[in-house]
């Protein structure tokens, strides 16, 4: 008896957990060669400043250009590269690539932008503090242990001015360890970059430690913003972390902007920056400098 419902349960899950295993697999083999065979592209989303009406940035977001499944989304294939530990390579060529645009964009007369990259939690060093005795107080078998040191070379190999490059980290990654990302953050802002709290609003801020916290803005998730047309809860959401963020001394950015109604609160509310479709989708390097240009600019 016990051995015919093994043998049920054994023919129901294997197919499906072999098939999935199966794509897993090729999909992970498909992501070690991505690197290498120059498969990833960075597009551009502008960051627009709500008094001037001017772009005084953009967002870099990954993309996957696979021969195989065409272009793949990042919520298809970041978790799987942070699951793997692949995000470190990967995220280190998204600060290079960054860089290297801003350098190229300068030199072709786009001056006064500033690049906005995506860190995920994986690339936080194990541990940047240290006891008395100079000593990490611990070591998780994961992160980037030399990222300081990565963004230093790339800012110098690319001349980019002091803060020109901008980091992203989610609320629920800064909170996650706070202690840590506190000497984290401190390193890399004495590198000249702007630090922005992505996401805001949906993970679990400690007030205490988003005081301590060495950050320049927090982005107000498009989740609040989407309904700000109509939803009363949302309008005050989005007013009480615009209100948060000015009395902390931040900037504040709404993203996911979609309509004219949306961004007319946001200014009324006195929100900085704006960024989402109303504007721009994200685009490739080229596009978004003849979108520049065309901008009054
Ligand atoms: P995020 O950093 O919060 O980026 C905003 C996402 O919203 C982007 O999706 C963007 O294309 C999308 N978006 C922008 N404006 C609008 C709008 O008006 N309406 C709507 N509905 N969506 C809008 P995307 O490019 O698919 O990226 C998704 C997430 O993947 C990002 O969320 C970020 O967490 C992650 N990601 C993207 N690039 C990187 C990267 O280079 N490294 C890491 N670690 N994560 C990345
Ligand atoms: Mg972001
Ligand atoms: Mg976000
Ligand atoms: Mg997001």
């Given at each position: ?10 023919r129901f ?13 090729e ?10 065979r ?7 989303q502008?960051?627009v400043?709500?008094?001037?009406g001017?772009?005084t ?20 294939f970041i ?12 995220g280190?060529?998204?600060?290079a690539?960054?860089c290297r ?6 030199r072709a007369g ?8 995506n860190?995920?939690?994986?690339q936080?060093?194990?541990?940047a503090?240290r006891d008395?005795?100079g ?9 980037d242990?030399?990222?300081c ?25 800064l ?21 922005l ?7 679990y ?36 972390i ?9 900037r ?24 989402g ?13 003849q979108?520049y ?5």
């Amino acid at each position: 008896h016990a051995k015919a419902a093994g043998r049920n349960a054994y023919r129901f899950f294997t197919p499906k957990m072999n098939q999935w295993a199966q794509e897993r697999r090729e999909l992970e083999a498909a992501l070690r060669q991505a690197v290498e065979r120059e498969q990833f592209v960075l597009h551009y989303q502008p960051q627009v400043d709500l008094r001037s009406g001017r772009w005084t940035g953009v967002e870099a977001l990954l993309r996957w250009q696979c021969p195989d499944r065409g272009e793949v989304e990042p919520a298809d294939f970041i978790p799987v590269l942070e699951q793997t530990g692949q995000i470190v390579a990967v995220g280190r060529w998204v600060i290079a690539q960054a860089c290297r645009q801003l350098q190229r964009w300068r030199r072709a007369g786009i001056e006064g932008l500033s690049v906005s990259v995506n860190m995920s939690g994986r690339q936080v060093p194990p541990d940047a503090r240290r006891d008395a005795e100079g000593f990490p107080t611990g070591l998780p078998s994961w992160g980037d242990s030399e990222i300081c040191e990565y963004v230093e070379r790339c800012l110098r190999d690319f001349q980019v001015e002091r803060g020109a490059l901008k980091l992203e980290l989610t609320e629920t990654t800064l909170m996650s360890d706070a202690e840590n990302t506190i000497v984290l953050l401190a390193r890399l802002k004495a590198l000249g970059l702007k630090i922005l709290v992505d996401d805001f609003g949906t993970g679990y801020s400690s007030l205490a430690y988003l005081k301590r916290l060495p950050i320049d803005a927090l982005k107000i998730d498009q989740a609040f913003v989407r309904d700000l047309g109509h939803d009363e809860e949302d309008r005050e959401i989005t007013r009480a972390i615009i209100r948060l963020a000015h009395s902390l001394g931040l900037r504040v950015i709404a993203e996911g902007v979609e309509d004219r109604q949306q961004l007319q609160f946001l200014k009324d509310e006195a929100c900085d920056l704006a960024q989402g479709f109303y504007f721009s989708v994200p685009v490739p390097a080229d596009t978004l400098a003849q979108l520049y240009h065309s901008s009054r600019h």
